[in-house]
């Protein structure tokens, strides 16, 4: 059985970096195929696509947010982090992480967390 | 990027109907493409990928179809527990983009 679950904090200051983790089980970020990506979703707006990494440590991004952006793995704790700088109201989102495998579609997803911007 | 238009934005229905929600990529992305399923403070929940393969578990009166840059979802006969947004997502090329969604309501 697959699960994801994001962690981090729930409110983060203007200017300030965000790191999220998102912790996993029932498949290993080492097999071929495999991967994890992060998607947010401002409140009562669209999903957006931010990154992912792969089991080969391929990494791509949303080129709007790539000089914000880093993800990374680690694949004996079956975690993926990701680190956004330079916060500002307007990524007040939910943050979900999504398994994909053999193809770049998100079957399993995390429950989301609500991160809020603001002073 | 390619820009994925949902249409419509909100589509009222009652159960029993048959609905359609398109969705059209402003560049060919072959059949690379996802429809997710959202409930009110739930993660998205994938429907179908590569255009038109129903994901395990998903009733059969959702289906998907299309190709290059117009794709459709249809519900055959529409059940309670349908009502919600939808969202198309390609995969074809980085940055990997998804529409703006789709609101089912109760008509």
């Known amino acids: 059985q697959i699960t994801l679950k994001e962690s981090g904090p729930t409110l983060v200051k203007p200017t300030q970096t965000l790191t999220l983790t998102c912790t996993f089980s029932?498949?290993?970020?080492?097999?071929?195929?495999?991967?994890v990506a992060w998607i947010r979703q401002p409140p009562g707006k669209a999903l957006e696509w931010l990154t992912l990494?792969?089991?080969?440590?391929?990494?791509r991004y949303s080129p709007s947010l790539k000089s914000r952006l880093t993800i990374t793995k680690d694949t004996s704790k079956n975690q993926v982090v990701l680190t956004m700088t330079n916060m500002d109201p307007v990524d007040t989102a939910t943050y979900y992480c999504?398994?994909?495998?053999?193809?770049?579609?998100?079957?399993?997803w995390g429950q989301g967390t609500l991160v809020t911007v603001s002073s | 990027d390619i820009q994925m238009t949902q249409s419509p934005s909100t589509l009222s229905a009652s159960v029993g109907d048959r609905v359609t929600i398109t969705c059209r990529a402003s560049?060919?992305?072959?059949?690379?493409l996802a429809w997710y399923q959202q409930k009110p403070g739930r993660a998205p929940n994938l429907l179908i990928y590569?255009?038109?393969t129903l994901e395990s578990g998903v009733p059969s009166r959702f289906s998907g179809s299309g190709s290059g840059t117009e794709f459709t979802l249809t519900i055959s006969s529409l059940q309670p527990d349908d009502f919600a947004t939808y969202y198309c997502?390609?995969?074809?090329?980085?940055?990997?983009?998804f529409g703006q969604g789709t609101k089912l309501e109760i008509k």
């Open positions: 029932g498949f290993s970020l080492s097999t071929s195929g495999v991967g």
């Open positions: 997502q390609h995969y074809n090329s980085y940055p990997y983009t």
């Open positions: 999504a398994h994909f495998a053999n193809s770049d579609y998100f079957d399993y």
């Open positions: 560049q060919s992305i072959n059949t690379w």
């Open positions: 990494i792969y089991w080969d440590d391929d990494k």
């Open positions: 590569t255009a038109s």
